[in-house]
């Protein structure tokens, strides 16, 4: 089981979180050309080592997350709110 | 002569006897005891018959290695099949019998199969019995599987109970600094320094008592320093959980614990399944004894060096009164001793040339006879040990030399560190020749591994080793230092023969795991017939695949197997251990989630009164929905039909709580809206609600529902029950990951609101009844698609949208959920007093078929919405989520499946959902569409389904259909109409 330090709750089990994608895409704009949006909804890395991912904290704040994982090595880098001007509790410690 | 009890010694509790049943037979043991030990002071030294060829098998260690005793225990539905009586804590009136033999484990007719031992080596039935001709030319398997339930028959283990357990499992969080695994000097010291520092340590071991080797101690020595470390152990605050087994390691130091309680009247559960987090990891695992493969090393009587001491000091039992010690190491000679002490005449059999000068010249000083370069050969004796052959060395072979009258054979083969639990988290141990065992590296983060299991052989070193481990762990989590180094594993004082097997030119059955009947001929069977990588030997012979999971005999396959092959232990490899290092039972792994915990229920406010209506509730996601409310002996066909007719002819309320309803707030909900649903929102009138659909990224239909403008900033959005928390995500998910310029908010506010739609020609008369204001639902207040907030006749606020899902005039109804109840009495007092009545999702089914409006059978994750007759629904003014790939060539195909009506060509005929449409001259493979949905037509007088077929309704028109269902009904001839069957035109709905 892995444990992900949610910015605003803390260290939880990964159950209650619950994945959401590949962390490196830019979504293009919507009125963008059937290309471009197949690019960024069909075309992924299948990355072995370090990979930048979504989750949810689903079942807490549910807030989106951006996380950094080694999907060999499950090891967890970093975890941040996705929305950028998002402040964390961490933060204003 | 075989094992018996002492009169005094041993940590067993003489003032506590218990009463137990083997099979059949009432015994007496004491507290303290293991089923195991009790039954060898009984006198009971076959207590099972082995896997393939019964043969008759004793106990075999003191632990969860054990390979021989397995028995079942308890009875009727606590029925526990396949357990190592090593393991069993005795209580009083505990029930256990053997297994896989009749009558029973002493005299088994199953033993008559050993005899033909010969033929049965690894992949015999296979080999035999699978594919023979002419049998089963072209017959594939099947008369394989008909051998098969014979032979399963007679090859097995125990068997379970077929009837529910009654007992309780739990399940259980913990949180800890430290877990300590294991509760022997290593463990306890590691755990003591550490929780005297002020961290908190969890200390678990699977016995039911602290002291680990300690325990196998008889001397004063041992004792007092077990008391010692006991009261330290208190005395730092350490939680101790006995009975308790570490079986997995997981990331980000998550240990999955299985705790077992005593037995008890039953207040407490069976077995309790455990999470912990920790920070760290101390594994004192210890190490397990090896066997050694000779001549008939599995008779009752034959059992590990250790093992022969443990219960000897633990348990006060004399493995016999002769006792041969066996050993290629110096292990075994504190054995020899403590037996000799007891009484027992002993020679101890070292393989080693030079044999161990020290211990030796104790040994004779004791009177033990000591015959240094000699090992056992063979065991004689066929239900128990009787004289052991003696070999001595002849060059690299080994020849018979002398004979011994004995009737305990203790074998110390060597030691195994227990390495399983790093192993889960991807350490790699490395083969040590010096120590003839698999070490542990130091590799993996969070994992500190002591005493034994870290090759340590000595109480001091073992002390040592787990000091230095919770003074280290102590300084790491102060965050004083990164890693820390533990003392390297002492040399053993005399080297390790690495000696595992002894044959003569005529050899005999010598069993590598016994536990699987997997022997050393078997083993070079594999080898001679190419299945020389660990993983193919492992799968081909067996071996290591049975309950102990290889805990003794993997090590013994491997030499065997290198041996073959003429390599190195380590170039054959090792397989990776994986969770559980023991087996946990399905019913801690279920925990309390069964029966009705098994998900959680979702009920309306409203649902004790639908109850009191006499609805029947149907799964709709978590949530339990009215189904349909029979009258008198009325079945649910009966039902739906009269209650969509009613709805049709007058009015009928249904409960739609469970509708997603989430709250869109801010300056941009409009914008934002706007981009996610197809159609357009941002310019929807205060107080008017739209049909809306929202498509994925690839341009499929995720999800429908209606969408209400509340004020220039605030929307509500209503989903379909199932896919109300995708479209919240996905909700969510925009507005943070993807445009976290926009100022919206959302918030789900299912639960705020308790909902019933009224549907039917009376239903403006029945609700303008229950209002404190009626003139709100004139049409000029209250046209089609408008919503308004009112009052009801009582004063409890509402919001009443008028909208249709039936095809009816209808409106829903919500109030705030306390008022859910209130809501339901009011409405149903009109609703009854018209002829009325309440309908569930059956009809609600009806009506919405006849009317084609799609739900989730159709809005299936492959519709387009042209698929779904919904092509109109996409504005082409603007970009929306969806807008892009909706356009990709292969979803914009006219001969894609498109959405249809289905009449039955002889309107009596009826068909079945799920059926493939075809051409009746082409019924075969996947047709040329698919029926999602039927349901009888009241209105129509008529069966109808909706379906998708290739082209649509055009492409068939005046063309013949055939429902294909082969399993079920067959054929079926059926007309391809337009999907909106009844009132196509909307004038019950707009009036």
Redesign the interface.
């Known amino acids: 089981?892995?444990?992900i330090n949610c910015p605003f709750c803390g260290?939880r089990?990964h159950i209650e979180f619950?994945y959401?994608g590949d962390g490196s895409i830019s979504?293009?704009?919507?009125?963008?050309?059937?290309e471009?949006?197949?690019k960024?909804?069909?075309e992924r890395e299948n990355i072995a080592g370090r990979q930048s991912e979504?989750w949810?904290h689903?079942y807490g704040c549910?807030?989106?997350l951006r996380v950094e994982r080694d999907t060999v090595?499950?090891?967890?880098f970093s975890v941040a709110?996705?929305?950028?001007?998002?402040g964390t509790h961490e933060d204003s410690q | 002569m075989t094992a018996s009890r002492l009169t005094d010694g041993g940590l067993i509790d003489r003032q506590t006897p218990l009463t137990f049943r083997w099979e059949g037979k009432s015994l007496q043991g004491f507290k303290g005891d293991t089923l195991a030990s009790a039954l060898l002071a009984n006198g009971e030294s076959i207590v099972a018959r082995s896997f393939k060829y019964h043969r008759p098998r004793g106990v075999m260690s003191a632990g969860v290695e054990e390979a021989g005793a397995f028995g079942t225990i308890g009875e009727g539905g606590r029925t526990d099949p396949n357990v190592a009586l090593t393991t069993v804590e005795l209580h009083d009136g505990l029930v256990a019998r053997g297994q896989n033999a009749w009558p029973n484990v002493r005299w088994d007719i199953g033993a008559v199969l050993g005899m033909f031992g010969r033929f049965f080596s690894a992949g015999f039935y296979y080999k035999t019995f699978m594919g023979i001709p002419p049998f089963e030319s072209g017959r594939g398997t099947g008369v394989w599987m008909q051998y098969e339930k014979l032979i399963r028959r007679s090859a097995g283990m125990g068997t379970i109970a077929r009837l529910p357990d009654p007992d309780r499992y739990e399940h259980g969080n913990l949180h800890c600094d430290v877990l300590v695994v294991g509760s022997g000097v290593a463990g306890a010291s590691a755990a003591i320094a550490a929780a005297e520092a002020g961290l908190d340590v969890v200390l678990v071991e699977q016995d039911f008592s602290v002291g680990g080797e300690l325990l196998s101690r008889g001397d004063v020595k041992g004792r007092s320093k077990l008391q010692s470390l006991r009261k330290s152990i208190e005395a730092a605050g350490v939680r101790v959980m006995l009975r308790t087994t570490a079986f997995g390691l997981?990331?980000?130091?998550?240990v999955g614990l299985l705790e077992q309680f005593p037995y008890s009247s039953g207040m407490l559960p069976r077995q309790k399944l455990w999470?912990l987090?920790s920070q760290h990891v101390i594994l004192a695992t210890g190490a397990i004894e090896r066997p050694l493969a000779f001549g008939n090393n599995d008779r009752p009587g034959v059992m590990s060096a250790s093992a022969g001491r443990t219960y000897l000091n633990r348990y006060a039992v004399l493995p016999g009164r002769s006792v041969v010690v066996a050993t290629n190491n110096g292990s075994g000679y504190q054995t020899a001793f403590d037996l000799s002490a007891a009484g027992a005449s002993v020679t101890i059999i070292d393989s080693r040339p030079a044999g161990d000068r020290e211990l030796s010249d104790i040994a004779r000083g004791r009177n033990i006879d000591v015959q240094a370069g000699t090992a056992p050969l063979n065991v004689v004796g066929r239900r128990r040990v009787e004289a052991i052959e003696i070999a001595g060395r002849a060059g690299n072979a080994w020849a018979k030399k002398s004979t011994i009258t004995a009737n305990s054979l203790l074998v110390s083969g060597g030691w195994s560190p227990v390495v399983h639990l790093q192993s889960h988290r991807?350490g790699r141990p490395v083969w040590n020749d010096q120590h003839q065992c698999f070490l542990p590296q130091a590799d993996v983060e969070g994992i500190t591994i002591v005493g034994s299991a870290a090759g340590h052989w000595s109480y001091a070193g073992c002390e040592a080793s787990g000091l230095a481990a919770g003074e280290g762990v102590v300084r790491k989590l102060k965050g004083e230092l990164v890693r820390f180094d533990l003392p390297a594993a002492s040399e053993p004082k005399t080297p390790v023969d690495p000696l595992f097997i002894i044959e003569s030119t005529h050899p005999k059955k010598s069993f590598v795991d016994p536990i699987n009947d997997v022997t050393i001929a078997d083993v070079r069977l594999a080898n001679q017939e190419g299945f020389i990588s660990v993983e193919h030997l492992k799968r081909y012979t067996t071996l290591g695949m049975g309950n102990d999971q290889g805990k003794t005999g993997n090590v013994l396959g491997l030499a065997v197997m290198a041996a073959a092959r003429g390599i190195d232990v380590p170039n054959v490899g090792t397989t990776r251990f994986r969770p559980p290092y023991t087996s946990i039972s399905l019913g801690a792994i279920a925990g309390e989630l069964t029966g009705t915990h098994f998900k959680p229920i979702r009920r309306t406010p409203m649902h004790d009164w639908h109850v009191s209506r006499g609805a029947k509730f149907i799964d709709a996601g978590l949530w339990h929905r009215t189904w349909y409310y029979p009258r008198n002996n009325e079945t649910l066909a009966d039902t739906y039909v009269r209650e969509a007719g009613t709805v049709r002819a007058k009015v009928g309320m249904c409960d739609v709580t469970s509708l997603g309803k989430i709250a869109v707030q801010g300056p941009d909900s409009g914008a934002f809206l706007d981009?996610v649903y197809t159609n357009a929102m941002a310019k929807l009138a205060v107080g008017k609600t739209r049909y809306g659909i929202m498509l994925r990224?690839?341009g499929i239909v995720m999800d429908d529902g209606t969408c209400w403008r509340v004020s220039e900033d605030e929307f509500l959005v209503t989903t379909t029950t199932t896919n109300a928390g995708k479209v919240m995500?996905f909700l969510?998910?925009l507005?943070?990951?993807?445009w976290?310029d926009l100022k919206v908010h959302v918030t789900s506010v299912t639960d705020q609101w308790a909902g019933f739609s009224l549907a039917g020609p009376l239903s403006r008369e029945t609700l303008k009844a229950c209002l404190a204001d009626p003139d709100l639902l004139n049409t000029e207040n209250c046209p089609f698609m408008a919503f308004l907030d009112a009052k009801l006749a009582s004063g409890v606020p509402c919001r009443i949208a008028r909208i249709s899902f039936s095809g009816e005039l209808a409106y829903e109804v919500y109030v705030p959920s306390n008022f859910g109840a209130h809501l339901a009495e009011v409405l149903s007092r009109e609703v009854d007093a018209r002829g009325g009545c309440q309908y569930g999702l059956e009809a609600l089914g009806t009506l919405r078929i006849e009317k084609g409006h799609v739900t989730g059978a159709e809005l299936d994750g492959r519709t387009t919405l042209e698929d779904a007759g919904l092509a109109g629904m996409a504005s082409k003014k603007k970009?929306?989520?969806g807008?892009?790939?909706r356009?990709?060539p292969e979803l914009l195909k006219q001969d894609r499946a498109r959405l249809v009506g289905i009449f039955p060509k002889d309107r009596k005929a009826r068909f079945n959902a799920g059926s493939i449409l075809c051409s009746p001259n082409k019924v075969s493979g996947f047709g040329a569409g698919w029926i999602t949905a039927v349901t009888y037509s009241p209105a129509l007088g008529h069966w109808i389904g909706l379906g998708y077929i290739t082209g649509g309704k055009s492409e068939w028109v005046g063309k013949a259909a055939v429902a294909a269902d082969p399993v079920r009904d067959g054929l079926t001839d059926v007309e391809i109409v337009s999907p909106h069957m009844f009132d196509a035109e909307g004038v019950r709905m707009n009036g």
């Open positions: 089981m892995l444990r260290s089990d619950a959401g979504y293009p704009a919507l009125d963008a050309s059937p471009e949006w197949t960024a909804v069909f979504t949810q689903l549910r807030m989106w090595t499950h090891e967890i709110p996705a929305h950028p001007g998002m | 997981y990331e980000s130091g998550v999470t987090r991807g981009r990224d690839d995500t969510e998910e507005l943070q990951v993807r976290p970009p929306f989520i807008s892009a790939l356009n990709r």
